[in-house]
């Protein structure tokens, strides 16, 4: 695999986590559990879907086949998707929507962070706009966490459910395989033991003021990176490309 | 609508963007935003570049737009506006008369950056924009737009926006 193959393939990864986890977010809409929280998720999901936009955009340039962001969005199969499984899991209630997003900010956070050293220009400039977004929505899930976890007992149940649920998708994001290797070794990508000691302190943190307990790891979800998705995920593309199949070049 | 006669200068160019109004805070002018990073003038050509506030924000394609039609209306007619990330956009590139603007219109201007409430993540001392108190408390740390969060008022009671620092 050539090194623009394996720069096309990275920025997917980053811009599919994105846009699924933009997706599961916008699902709220209309269905928060209180106007302030469903303003906030819908916030969320545009900051996501921005950055989002950015990486697609620029992956169809690195491509060079003229793919627009909407074309790798919206005409891509399922296969071809190579987001995590963590950000395709179900909302849930709404202790598992705000878990399945601290989970993902405490490691996007650093990610953004080191992104901005990276040797690839355009990559550092798209990190370096995410990095301000990214340190409010770890504070905003943070608080939500902490909040359930030292508040009620229904409410700490529901979140160490959450946790202990959410947990075995979480190996997947510090998974390390040649193509990232080569990227790291080309100063492009950052190093994944250093984002995932950076998302074990915030862990570790939130978790403790919010008294509930670090899952043990365990059996570690893989595949999504791949393309080799859960049973979830054709849902959301279904409802997600819709438009784009059934009126192939729709616009408004 | 102000028709341009004489040359296009930078400075023209300049007078015509502040009629163009951030379309979700009517009150401030994408100049005194901070979005425009800069504008180049070659001959009959003009150049505008401008930053994204946030990365999702639509109110940035109808700031792009809106800059084109206030340029083609006053007859230049070779107009681009490129989009640039790159130095990230900060709150502190809103003017001082921007912020003025913006308490004014009542939303509560950002902090400065450099804040070391803001450095060490907490919360700022915000006054209202109405009654100007400083008794005042974050509701939500989101608002109606991208780039606000919601506030209210203990001493008068009155919900306001605030603009987010970043």
């Known amino acids: ?252 | 609508m102000v028709m341009l006669t004489g040359p296009i200068t930078e400075a023209r160019v300049r007078e015509l963007l502040q009629n163009v109004k951030d379309p979700e805070v009517p009150a401030i002018s994408v100049l005194e935003l901070g979005v425009v990073r800069a504008v180049e003038v070659n001959d009959d050509k003009v150049l505008v570049t401008i930053t994204p506030t946030y990365t999702g924000c639509p109110a940035m394609d109808v700031m792009k737009a809106d800059i084109e039609k206030e340029l083609h209306d006053a007859g230049i007619a070779d107009v681009c506006v490129q989009q640039v990330l790159s130095p990230a956009w900060t709150t502190d590139w809103i003017t001082t008369e921007g912020k003025a603007k913006l308490k004014a219109y009542g939303i509560a201007p950002p902090e400065h950056t450099t804040d070391i409430r803001a450095l060490k993540g907490e919360l700022p001392v915000v006054e209202c924009p109405h009654c100007g108190s400083k008794d005042t408390g974050m509701i939500s740390l989101f608002g109606s737009t991208a780039c606000k969060a919601l506030w209210k008022c203990n001493a008068c009671l009155e919900p306001f926006d605030q603009f987010k620092c970043l």
């Open chain 1, 1 to 252: 695999m050539s090194q623009q193959e394996a720069l096309f393939t990275y920025c997917l990864r980053q811009a599919d986590d994105l846009l699924i986890l933009s997706h599961r977010l916008s699902e709220w809409c209309g269905h928060g559990p209180v106007l302030e929280e469903d303003i906030a998720l819908t916030n969320r999901a545009l900051d996501h879907i921005g950055e989002a936009r950015n990486l697609l955009t620029y992956a169809g340039q690195v491509e060079g086949k003229g793919r627009t962001e909407d074309d790798l969005a919206f005409l891509r199969a399922e296969r071809q998707f190579v987001n995590t499984k963590l950000v395709e899991q179900p909302n849930g209630d709404y202790a598992f929507t705000i878990v399945r997003s601290f989970l993902f900010d405490a490691y996007h956070l650093p990610l953004a962070e080191a992104l901005t050293k990276s040797s690839d220009t355009q990559l550092a400039a798209i990190a370096g706009k995410a990095v301000k977004e990214a340190q409010y929505h770890l504070r905003h899930s943070s608080d939500w966490l902490k909040r359930f976890g030292d508040g009620t007992e229904e409410s700490h149940r529901r979140a160490q459910a959450a946790l202990d649920a959410l947990w075995t998708f979480t190996g997947e994001l510090f998974v390390q395989d040649d193509l990232h290797q080569g990227l790291v070794k080309a100063g492009i990508a950052p190093d994944l033991n250093a984002i995932k000691a950076s998302f074990d302190a915030t862990v570790d943190n939130v978790l403790a003021e919010a008294t509930l307990k670090r899952p043990v790891d365990g059996f570690m979800a893989s595949g999504g990176r791949q393309g080799k998705h859960g049973e979830n995920m054709g849902f959301i593309l279904a409802e997600m490309q819709y438009l784009q199949r059934a009126y192939p070049g729709a616009k408004w």
